[in-house]
């Protein structure tokens, strides 16, 4: 063995250690995400598909799995191609219209079987094929569905696979040229294949290659992306009749796929284990981020429900209690719970110290809303304690102002909660940190999108219904 013989084996061992190396550490960093989704039921519920998509690609990098998903038009010839591939009759087809009618999976066995003597324009030999399994996916055409389902269709398809063929006969068509967008979109390498091509004489089968290569695609994809092949040629026989004349008659003749079937291995030897690797992470991450998206929503809610009856609760205590002192400490206790609970909601733990400092801190920031509750509770609630001691006196008719003014006290304890918990939410929800600009911003920031009117509006609606409501259901209590 010479030198540069050496030297390429050599080469050769580092790219497969660090295919290797690139397989086990997205194997981990998925088995890390697949491990602590940490989803509850009402959180997993419609993620079902996803959440078993980070499975499959688990068990796709234990295996160094590639997938292939093949696209084209109505008779094109993919089922055909696939089926040259193999090189026998997996994939069904038709003469008529789209046999294939959903995504169909087959696993293509190859070794080294499949590498023969052939060699390159380089004359050097290929290499040894390293990935243990190829499954091959065919599916429907793509003229056979609407734009909007066909582009979620590649999308979806073209997630999970490594490598993209798209099969054109001919030149190509602006449905073709759409499709083929969106699937470079995906990010996944993409062979375009000219099937077909014993059906054109040499001159226009090159002229169409010539096109499809300057004009129609050169955005899209490179010239050596570019592969022709006659998946199911017709090749015209000579027979000699019974009264020895001779008649030309059309028969199939053998696949023309060697220089697509090189293509496919010369990629996957050399980039196989790195696409499998690099795909998994690009669809787990993707899925990920819905996940989390998901269950932000779903706590974002939770969360909204949790302050909304802190506020509730807080106009309540406020609005039924006439002592000034009792009015502030029953308000704090109450943000001080809702906080709590608030942290367990997040997965953030914290104790009653923790939350009282935490209170302590966003009310210092708040400034204006907080100001305004405490002048409200000590203005509001002896204006509200002489209008509730005058009731025996005026017969009850202070009871009127004296509802009008708990109310609007109440409304704005409530709005101080609601404040309080929008900014502990936001502070939870980002891993209980202030992000770079500190408490002061985000406190300014989230009181600045809040519509103070609407929302006391709507503590002062909930609070009258709350209070009729227990007026009607204890009558004693008017006598």
Not at 174 to 183: F, G, I, R
Not at 276 to 281: C, E, G, K, R, Y
Not at 435 to 443: I, T, Y
């Amino acid at each position: 063995m010479n030198l540069d013989q050496e030297l390429e084996n050599t080469i050769l061992s580092f790219a497969d250690i660090q295919a290797e190396l690139n397989i086990r550490h997205a194997k981990d960093a998925l088995q890390d995400i697949v491990t602590n989704l940490d989803l509850t039921t009402e959180e997993r519920a419609g993620l079902d598909t996803e959440i078993a998509g980070l499975e499959s690609m688990l068990k796709k990098l234990e295996k160094a799995s590639i997938h292939i998903a093949v696209f084209g038009m109505v008779g094109r010839g993919k089922s055909s191609v696939l089926n040259a591939l193999f090189g026998e009759k997996v994939f069904e087809t038709g003469p008529i219209h789209g046999v294939t009618r959903t995504t169909e999976i087959r696993q293509w066995q190859l070794g080294k079987d499949n590498l023969e003597e052939k060699k390159s324009s380089s004359d050097t030999a290929l290499i040894s094929y390293r990935i243990s399994q190829v499954e091959l996916i065919d599916t429907p055409g793509i003229d056979e569905v609407d734009g909007e389902t066909r582009e979620l269709m590649a999308r979806q398809v073209a997630k999970q696979a490594d490598l993209l063929l798209f099969i054109v006969a001919g030149d190509i068509t602006q449905v073709e040229y759409e499709a083929l967008s969106h699937l470079r979109d995906a990010g996944k390498p993409i062979l375009l294949v000219f099937n077909k091509i014993d059906q054109y004489p040499e001159a226009d089968r090159l002229a169409i290659y010539n096109k499809i290569r300057d004009e129609r695609v050169r955005e899209l994809v490179s010239p050596k992306e570019i592969v022709m092949a006659a998946a199911h040629p017709l090749v015209a026989k000579a027979l000699r009749r019974s009264d020895g004349s001779v008649a030309i008659e059309m028969d199939r003749g053998e696949p023309q796929v060697d220089d697509l079937k090189l293509k496919i291995l010369e990629i996957l030897d050399k980039e196989g284990k790195s696409l499998v690797a690099l795909n998994s992470m690009l669809y787990a991450n993707d899925v990920n981020e819905q996940l989390v998206r998901r269950k932000m929503e779903i706590r974002d809610r939770s969360a909204n429900q949790v302050i909304w009856r802190a506020v509730m609760i807080k106009a309540m205590a406020i609005a039924l209690n006439p002592v000034t002192v009792l009015d502030i400490l029953s308000g704090a206790g109450v943000d001080v719970a809702m906080i709590l609970t608030l942290s367990k909601l997040y997965g953030i733990e914290m104790t009653q110290s923790g939350a009282v400092d935490l209170l302590q801190k966003i009310a210092i920031s708040m400034g204006g809303i907080s100001a305004s509750e405490l002048v409200a509770n000590m203005g509001l609630s002896s204006v509200k304690g002489l209008l509730g001691l005058a009731a025996p006196a005026t017969g009850g008719l202070s009871l009127v102002p004296y509802l009008s003014v708990a109310v609007t006290q109440a409304a704005v304890g409530g709005l101080s909660s609601y404040g309080i918990g929008q900014v502990t939410k936001t502070y939870l929800a980002n891993g209980a940190s202030w992000g770079e600009d500190g408490p002061k911003a985000v406190v300014n920031h989230i009181l600045a999108s809040l519509d103070e009117t609407s929302i006391m509006g709507r503590i002062k609606e909930e609070l009258l219904e709350k209070l009729n409501h227990q007026n009607l259901s204890n009558p004693k209590q008017q006598n």
